[in-house]
């Protein structure tokens, strides 16, 4: 902007290497960009009635711009629970450069100023925006996407089950929400032998081979049709 002595009729400015558009013959030149960074070095030069001034001169620095491109390290369906990792795809542009991750609803952490976080969980399913921002001495650049979360099933084992030594065993009677029908399990006990009819069932019959009395515990997990797993119970 010339903020000099009113009434020139001539305007001769050079913005320096590396600008676009490199000279202008405005009073207010505007929407100067630069190609490349480092000290830049402007001049004008104004004439009236035949009159020439000095040569004017300032020097300014531009800075990189940052880059806040990152990918979600999953190849795979993501689901809630799961541990995910982010990580950065442009190298930072000088020294000190900052970030600040948001995570979306429901997540936890909610925010991180990690280079690259890892451990990021989702409670809930559905699309989550992640967002970052690159800071380098105040040049900023900003990057968002949508993340899709599968909701995972929940899983009830039922209550506790007694019975009677030779009488047969007892049904497990789990209880099985959430995610997406159907489902399959995965059952296992604290014994050596668990004498479950399926370990693949959600309610499998079992008579452990064991001498009465003792407590067995039993352990299931549903896996849901995207391939989300429940809690184990």
Known sequence: TYSGTPGVSTYNWDFGFG?????????????????STGIKTVSLVVANNGCISDTFTTTFEVIPEPKADFIVNSNSTICSNDSIPFTLTAPAVGPGQTYFWRFGNNSSPATSSLPNPGGVTYTSGGVKTISLVADYRGCRDVEATQLRVEESPMLSAGQSIEFCEGAGGAQINATTTGGTPTYTYLWRCSAPSCGLSSNIVEDPFVNPLAFAPQTIQYYGQAVDAKGCRSNID
């Open 19 to 35: 600008s676009t558009p490199r000279t202008s013959n405005v009073p207010n030149p505007a929407n100067i960009r630069y190609l």
